[in-house]
């Protein structure tokens, strides 16, 4: 998998040595598809990009 994200070198978070190294299991042919990986608690802004994986209002507020 390659991300297509230009911001995708300043997210540390997804493969920095305190990440979570998804480049790892993007590589071992991990992707994603059918698996919730986050869930957003705290109220979204409506924004276009987040419309595809939005699953409220399936959960509840836990804050």
């Keep these: 998998l390659t991300p297509n994200d230009p911001l995708y070198s300043q997210q ?13 299991a993007w590589d071992n042919g991990y992707q994603g598809q059918g698996k919730i990986i986050a869930v957003v608690d705290t109220g979204i802004t409506d924004h276009p990009d987040l419309l595809a994986n939005r699953t409220s209002p399936l959960g509840y507020d836990f804050i």
Aim: aromatic fraction near 16%; proline fraction near 0%.
């Design 12 to 24: 540390w978070g997804l493969s920095g040595t305190y990440g979570i190294r998804a480049n790892t």
